[in-house]
């Protein structure tokens, strides 16, 4: 499944009314060229994208916020945010939104982060 693959789906009328749920997680021929596609999808309720190196706290508003219908979304596995950036995204939105996410790093500090890094190298040592 691929970004042009969303696009023609977001420009079938059917669809885009229709739709409640999209998994798009480990879609790995996507980019953030999906944002404008998905934007699109204004029924959504559901948006699965896990696994997604593209996807950050300063992209996904731009996904979201043209949902009005959004109430969960699955960011698991997607390693650029950090619970303070996912914070910040739900308090950008005036109904509340359920994340699934699995992040490790408690803030987006320098030294958080540092901390974060030094643990994975020793424990792979």
Sequence with gaps: FSSAAL?????????VSNMR?????KCYL???????????????????????????????PYILVP?????????RNCEDFTRSSI????RTFPVEIEVLENTKLIDD?????RGYLMALIAAQV
């Design 67 to 75: 949902l009005p219908h959004i109430r969960q979304i699955d960011i």
């Design 30 to 60: 996507m980019d953030s060229s999906v944002i404008m596609p998905l934007s699109k999808l204004t029924q959504l309720q559901v948006l699965e994208m896990r696994s997604h190196e593209w996807l950050n706290a300063s992209n996904l």
């Design 21 to 25: 749920h999209l998994n798009i997680s």
């Design 109 to 113: 500090s320098e030294e958080s982060i």
């Design 7 to 15: 696009e023609i789906i977001s420009e079938s009328e059917a669809l």
């Design 87 to 90: 914070e910040q995204v739900k």
